[in-house]
């Protein structure tokens, strides 16, 4: 069953474009990541610095599988210098309602 990972970020105040334009950059191989079902990403109306990430994964392992991958290339470590905080990740199933 899927998983839905939503990972929430603070912008530094100056650095919000960046931000956006780092996920532009680096998006399309997440998306083509073994395992990724997609990626959408919002921009919070009231607070613009706040950017939210809702990713569809076909598993957890196969989501932290892709961490470890983007750790490994540096990534995490560019977008570190972007945000005020670290970003919160949450992990989330489906539920039949």
Same mark, same amino acid.
């Given at each position: ?18 931000? +956006?334009?780092l ?7 997440? %998306?083509?990541?073994? *395992?990724?079902? &997609?990626?959408? #990403? ?19 392992? +196969? ?9 490994? %290339?540096?990534?995490? *470590?560019?977008? &570190?210098?972007? #945000? ?14």
């Amino acid at each position: 069953m899927s998983v839905l990972v939503v990972l929430s970020s603070h912008a530094k105040p100056d650095r919000v474009e960046d931000l +956006k334009a780092l996920f532009r950059e680096i998006l399309p191989d997440t %998306r083509s990541f073994d *395992g990724c079902e &997609g990626v959408t #990403v919002y921009q919070d109306q009231d607070d613009p610095t706040r950017i939210i990430l809702l990713e569809t994964w076909e598993s957890r392992p +196969k989501f932290e599988t892709y961490g470890a991958w983007r750790a490994g %290339r540096g990534d995490s *470590g560019r977008m &570190g210098e972007l #945000v005020a905080a670290p970003p919160l990740f949450q992990f989330h199933d489906i539920v039949d309602a």
